[in-house]
């Protein structure tokens, strides 16, 4: 034989010998306990039922070893465990069944030991029948009304997630919630349990059920009643919220019952009515935003939203759409933006542009109010000459709390009567409260003629935004 063949031979041979006693690094751990295997590691179970669970010890090779385990209840009174009867036997004597039996709502574990380890499976007892057993304060709510849910049994409340359905699948409006009390608007339903998600249960971590209420909801006409006059209009003006705040409501209607008095109607703009008319009376200037939603799709049908001033039929053609108003646009929701309204007594009307939808829809109506703030602004200088520096000042007050957003100042040139266009000149300032603020350096005047500063102040959550007219700060340049 070739020597080096030879050498190559005696080499492999070598190498196979003593890789073939190398140890496995496992081969002293095989036969040792190492886990308990549980299976299902968690239940759930309603109060009076069963479930089994199989129990086996492995080694570190995941091998079921054979050996006695035992499993008790940490709480006898909630879950009991015994070994599982009448389960076909194992041959290989790896395998325990036991059998944990749901007793009373709440927390429990199967406490498993066996060949020296421990373990546990957790068992949640849920409450039987499966339902909301807290209190309603109504089974019998009026659309509109509101609701209250309080979690005076089981079941508590995750606030970031809850949700009321009512009957025909239509959601409740959420007024306020916390983890033992929901308030919920009532929407226009069939009769049915209400359905609330986000629920838990205290003892059950991580999880949320979704769980009927115990009760069936009817709901019973309207609670917003009266609109067929502007003289029973139902008033608002409790429920009108605090500047920076928001208040919700629903709002419904039945077709037909007062077209003769709807402002678009009465003035011929083509609508059919009805309108909904809603009174609230203001004690002082007050910055209100109205937006209405509703159920179906924007064109069924389409809603124009306004306040009037007055309710005489004859004046409504000067008394109503003070704001501007917003609709016709066959798009949803309307929304009639932030607008100023005077002390005095005001309606808000949302009227159904199109009637042949057939039944109403639930109308959900949103108001949110700002602070009145003041803005004045003084140019400096007022007069100048071409190459002058001009700047602009502008005092901010009013409003509550501590007012917060930007002050905005552009510089328009002569050529720019109406402030329309690019400015030569624009800043923006931080607002950290009532005050004066300033621009600088400022803009250096390039022609003759009148140049003319707009401020506008931004507003925030709490306060109305403001801004100057193009006429109101005029500087000469000659």
């Known amino acids: 034989m070739n020597s080096r063949v030879s050498v190559r031979l005696c080499a492999l041979a070598a190498a196979l010998v003593v890789g073939a006693c190398k140890s496995d690094p496992t081969a002293d751990l095989a036969g040792q306990p190492q886990t308990v295997f549980i299976n299902p590691g968690t239940l759930f179970l309603n109060e009076g039922d069963s479930a089994t669970v199989t129990v086996k010890i492995l080694d570190e090779a995941g091998t079921p070893l054979q050996g006695q385990v035992q499993a008790v209840s940490t709480a006898p009174t909630i879950a009991s465990v015994a070994l599982a009867t009448g389960v076909q036997p194992d041959p290989t004597r790896t395998t325990s069944v ?25 068992i949640n007892v849920l409450p039987a029948p499966f339902v909301f057993d807290g209190t309603l304060s109504s089974a019998t709510p009026k659309g509109g ?5 309080s979690a005076s049994g089981a079941f508590r409340f995750d606030p970031t997630a809850d949700t009321v359905t009512f009957g025909g699948g239509v959601a ?32 059950v ?35 009108l919220p605090a500047p920076g705040d928001t208040s919700r409501m629903i709002i419904g209607t039945t077709p037909a019952a007062n077209s003769a008095v709807c402002p678009e109607v009465a003035l011929g703009f083509g609508s059919t009515g009805p309108c909904m008319m809603f009174e609230l009376v203001l004690p002082h200037d007050t910055v209100l935003n109205f937006k209405v939603d509703w159920t179906g799709g924007a064109l069924a049908p389409d809603v124009d939203i306004y306040a009037c001033s007055d309710s005489t039929v004859a004046n409504f053609g000067t008394a109503c759409f003070e704001d501007g108003g917003a609709g016709a646009m ?63 000042s502008a005092t901010l007050g009013g409003g509550t709390g501590v007012l917060s957003g930007t002050i905005t100042f552009r510089l328009f040139t002569p050529s720019q009567a109406t402030c329309a266009g690019t400015p030569a000149y624009t800043q923006t300032v931080n607002v950290t409260g009532a005050g004066t603020y300033t621009t600088s350096p400022g803009f250096k005047s390039t022609a003759a003629g009148t140049w003319r500063w707009r401020a506008t102040y931004s507003g925030d959550a709490k306060n109305q935004g403001r801004s100057t007219t193009c006429s109101a700060e005029p500087v000469t340049v000659s």
């Open 98 to 122: 036991f059998r944990i039996t749901a007793l009373l709502r709440g927390p429990a574990y199967a406490r498993v030991t066996g060949l020296g380890l421990a373990d546990s499976a957790r």
């Open 205 to 239: 971590p991580g999880k949320t059920f979704t769980v009927p209420s115990s009760q069936v909801v009817t709901q019973t006409g309207e609670f917003w009643a009266g609109d067929s006059s502007w003289q029973t209009a139902p008033n608002i003006t409790p429920i």
């Open 330 to 392: 066959a798009s949803k929701p309307q929304a009639t933006g932030d607008h100023q309204y005077p002390a005095g007594t005001h309606w808000f009307v949302a009227e159904i542009f199109d009637s042949t939808s057939g039944v109403s829809p639930n109308y959900f109506v949103t108001i949110n109010a700002k602070a009145v703030t003041t803005l004045s602004t003084s140019a400096n200088p007022t007069t100048a000459v071409v190459g002058d520096t001009l700047n602009d």
């Open 172 to 203: 409740g409006t959420m007024i306020a919630n916390s983890a033992t009390q929901i308030k919920v608007l009532v929407p226009f339903s069939s009769a049915d349990s209400l359905h609330i998600a986000g629920t838990l249960l205290p003892y």
């Open 145 to 149: 009304d509101t609701l209250t849910l």
